[in-house]
């Protein structure tokens, strides 16, 4: 919860005048929903998150620094084999960064 709160503070002080910026946090919180624990260590993924994700079957769960990821594996798949990504051209935008 420390972490959300760090994002819903940091959209909530988006410049609201900006039509970008009130579509984005509209998206964003529209698609929030709090899920809980089972006592199995389940966490049941509600039905538009699903939907919106393509999750059908097999999934795939990453850890991207502070929090994780759940992808469709076929979504997955054809994220890690898109040719459209260079990570040269990633590396190098990280630089111009400072990263």
């Known amino acids: ?3 959300w ?3 819903e503070d940091k ?3 988006l410049p609201m005048t900006s039509k970008d910026a009130r579509a984005f946090v509209r998206f964003f919180f529209a698609g929030a929903s709090e899920c ?3 006592k199995q260590g389940r966490v049941l993924i509600p039905t538009n998150l699903k939907e919106y994700a393509k999750i059908e079957k097999d ?3 990453i850890g991207v620094s502070t929090r994780i990821e759940i992808w469709s594996l076929d979504e997955w798949n054809r994220f890690n084999n898109d040719a ?3 990570y040269e051209d990633v ?3 990280m630089a111009q960064l400072g990263i």
């Open 1 to 3: 919860m420390s972490e």
């Open 5 to 7: 709160k760090i994002v």
């Open 11 to 13: 959209l909530k002080s």
């Open 36 to 38: 809980e624990i089972d």
């Open 59 to 61: 999934t795939v769960v």
């Open 84 to 86: 459209n990504i260079s």
């Open 91 to 93: 590396a190098e935008k």
